[in-house]
């Protein structure tokens, strides 16, 4: 056998495009279903509480967590897109350059986020929407959270590598670990510590995932490295930067939409950003399986990219989207029926629920118009088409729903609020179906 054939024996190349579509995603949209778990752990033991207070303390800290996701996915998506097309090259040296730069960056990034934020803790978890009741709660748990930074920064990157060689199920048991951690460690730490002991557990989670991760890698990787440097030639930095900030900024900019609702529900009392801090948990369950079936095609797509196979990018690209479409609008379908014993399965709170049901029906209103954006965002980021992505990227939680929301709770009051979501899901997919018909 060939070097060339034998390299695509062992990675992407050489296979059916619908089951290497699934073989890579499934492990993805169960180690989502995981993290989902995982979010969900936390916020079922507070609810358990009956502090109103605590669970919105604890929710209006959700940005901090995407805001590290966000610089996690900039060498993580970045640097899984690059190794990608790298491996469809057949370069293996620069793949190992590049895999090694990816984590030792995130982990130098993750420390001098943790400890900026940490400086600026009060005054930033002011912004987040933390008023005098809840601030105490939100700042136990932002700053053990912020402490962990550097290792839930660093666990994105071989969770996305490791898929790059077609090793999918390692990174979901890497993801499953740290659930399961998570898990167990809830109820033990939430009655005595509460807040911090929340922001304890998820981050010894995150310790344990990236070990296991690591070892993967060291034991299991023929392409991957983990040299120490802090160095990568000029053309593949700007390459990972390039893409990898595209997925960061719909990180961040999802923050910003969770600043900016909380701030908007703020006059409408506390337990309007409780209840949105639920109903977000919940509304996760359909946002993570549709980026699940989204980015777990990206190590495909980027393999069909560098080895220059258009028409079947084309025939992939195709079936993912009329595969995603009928999923996310059965999935609205179940949770808009099903809204109020999904709520309950999380708080006992009946006022919560209550609020709660009309936020999650609107938040999942518009899911099928998500899944196109998100699909497309991923062919773009995958393909190395860093413009696109951008634009993507900041389309429906950025600055086409900011410009909704202030728009409709200008007009509508609290229901303009409600809505805003699903109508940046819309005008955002019209946006990828203009920019979709240049890419393809």
Known sequence: ???????????????????????????????????????????????????????????????????????????????????????????????????????????????????ALLLLRDPFLSLLGAGTGILPYAREYATILLIGAPFIVVNFIHMNLLRCEGMAGLSMCGTLIGAVVNIILDPLMIPHMGAAGAALATVIGYVCSGLFLLLAVLKKSTSLSVRPTLRAEGGYFRDIVSIG???????????????????????????????????MKVTMIVQMILVGFSFGGVPLFGFLAGAGEKEKTRRLFRFCLLFLSGLSLAMTAGVVLAAKPLLGLITPDAALIETGVPMLRWNVAGSVFAGVVMLSTCLCQASGRALPALALSLSRQGIIFFAVLLAASAIFGYDGILASQCAADVLSAALAAFLLRRAL
Request: aromatic share 8%; with cysteine.
């Open 1 to 115: 056998m060939s070097e060339s054939a034998e390299r695509k024996e062992n990675t992407l190349g050489g296979k059916p495009l619908v089951p290497t579509y699934f073989r890579l995603s499934l492990p993805v949209v169960l180690g989502s279903i995981i993290t989902i778990v995982y979010s969900l752990a936390d916020t079922y033991f507070i609810a358990q509480t009956g502090n109103t207070q605590l669970i919105a303390g604890v929710s209006v800290c959700a940005p901090i967590f995407t805001i590290l996701m966000a610089f996690g996915n900039i060498f993580g998506q970045g640097g899984s897109s690059l190794v990608s097309r790298l491996l469809g090259k057949n370069q293996p040296e620069d793949v190992r350059k590049v895999s090694a730069f990816c984590f030792w960056a995130a982990l130098a990034v993750g420390a001098v986020i943790g400890g």
């Open 245 to 279: 900030v595209t997925a960061a900024i719909t990180n961040i900019a999802s923050s910003i939409c969770i600043i900016l609702i909380n701030q908007k529900l703020g006059p409408f009392g506390d337990d309007r950003i409780a209840a949105m801090g639920i109903v």
